[in-house]
C-alpha cells in the first residue's frame, strides 16, 4: 500500500509529520506539501501560474518528501499525474492545526487537498484537530493508522471522501466516535481596519474568532463541541432543492433576452 500525505498548514507543520510518524509504521508514504500555510484556500487549482516542486530533506527519514510552490490541491494533482511513479491507495490530508466544522469544509484547504484525492477515484481522508493552546496530534494520528490498517484489509477499496475532527482533548476524556453530517457555520467573520500613521485606513483583516453555535445533535460541530470524535462522509453533488417557484421564475428570461437584445 501507498499513501499520499498532503495538508495546507505546509510542509513543516507539526501535524503532517505526526501523521507521516503514524502511517509510516503501516504503508509507504510520499509526501507533497504546499512550501507555506495555505489554510483557506479551499479547492483552489494554479491554472494560471507556473509551479515548482522542490525534492526535501524529510523531517523524518527516508520519507519521500516534495514541497510544491502551490496550493493543497495542486500538490495532489502533481504528486497522482507526476511525482508518484507506483499507484498510490489512499489519501491523507492533516493533520490540520484546528477544527473543519460545518460550511467551513468549503473552504478548508485541507478539505480541498482531500478533495481532489476524491475526484481521482481514491478512498480520501482529511484530518482536523481542535486547538486550543496545544492540539492533540497524537491522538489524531494514531486513529489515521487504525483507519489505514482497516482499510488496507478491506478486499474492496471503493472511493470515499471523509472528514474527520477531533476535539481538543487528551484520549481518555473524549466521549465517542459518531458519523456525523455538517452542521452549519462554525465561526462569524470580523472585518478590523488597521489606520496608517496618517490616519487613513491602509489594510483590512478578515478575522475568524467568534464562534457560531450550532447545537443541532447529529452534526460535526455538535459532536466536536461534546467532547466527541466526528467522521463526515462527504458527496460533491452541491444541488439544492429547487423551490416551486424557479420554473416560473425563470423560464421567460430568454423570452425577456430577446426582446432586450432584439
Ligand atoms: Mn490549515
Not at 499507484?87 to 487537498?113: C, E, P, Q, R
Request: charged share 25%.
Amino acid at each position: 500500500m501507498k499513501i499520499l500525505v498532503v495538508n495546507d498548514d505546509g510542509i513543516y507543520a507539526e501535524g503532517l509529520w505526526a501523521l507521516v510518524e503514524e502511517l509510516r509504521q503501516v504503508s509507504k508514504i510520499l509526501v507533497v506539501a504546499p512550501d507555506r500555510e495555505q489554510s483557506g484556500i479551499g479547492t483552489a487549482v494554479s491554472l494560471h501560474r507556473p509551479l515548482r516542486i522542490n525534492k526535501m530533506r524529510p523531517l523524518i527519514a527516508g520519507i519521500e518528501t516534495y514541497a510544491v510552490e502551490g496550493t493543497p490541491a495542486d500538490g495532489v494533482i502533481l504528486a497522482l499525474k507526476y511525482i508518484a511513479k507506483d499507484k498510490v491507495d489512499l489519501v491523507f490530508s492533516g493533520i490540520n492545526k484546528g477544527s473543519n466544522l460545518g460550511h467551513d469544509v468549503l473552504i478548508s484547504g485541507t478539505v480541498g487537498a482531500a478533495l481532489q484525492g476524491y475526484f481521482y477515484q481514491l478512498p480520501s481522508i482529511a484530518i482536523s484537530a481542535a486547538h486550543n493552546g496545544k492540539a492533540q496530534f497524537g491522538v489524531a494520528a494514531k486513529l489515521a493508522r487504525l483507519l489505514a490498517e482497516r482499510l488496507q484489509n478491506e478486499t474492496v477499496l471503493d472511493h470515499f471522501l471523509w472528514s474527520i475532527n477531533l476535539p481538543d482533548l487528551p484520549l481518555d476524556q473524549i466521549k465517542g466516535i459518531e458519523v456525523t453530517k455538517l452542521g452549519r457555520r462554525s465561526y462569524g467573520e470580523e472585518v478590523k481596519g488597521r489606520r496608517r500613521p496618517g490616519g487613513q485606513r491602509s489594510h483590512y483583516w478578515i478575522l475568524r474568532e467568534t464562534p457560531c453555535e450550532d447545537g443541532e445533535q447529529g452534526t460535526d460541530i455538535w459532536a466536536v463541541r461534546n467532547g466527541k470524535i466526528s467522521i463526515t462522509p462527504l458527496q460533491t453533488d452541491l444541488t439544492g432543492s429547487s423551490p416551486a417557484y424557479l420554473d416560473d421564475f425563470c423560464r421567460p428570461l430568454l423570452q425577456g433576452l430577446r426582446q432586450s437584445l432584439g
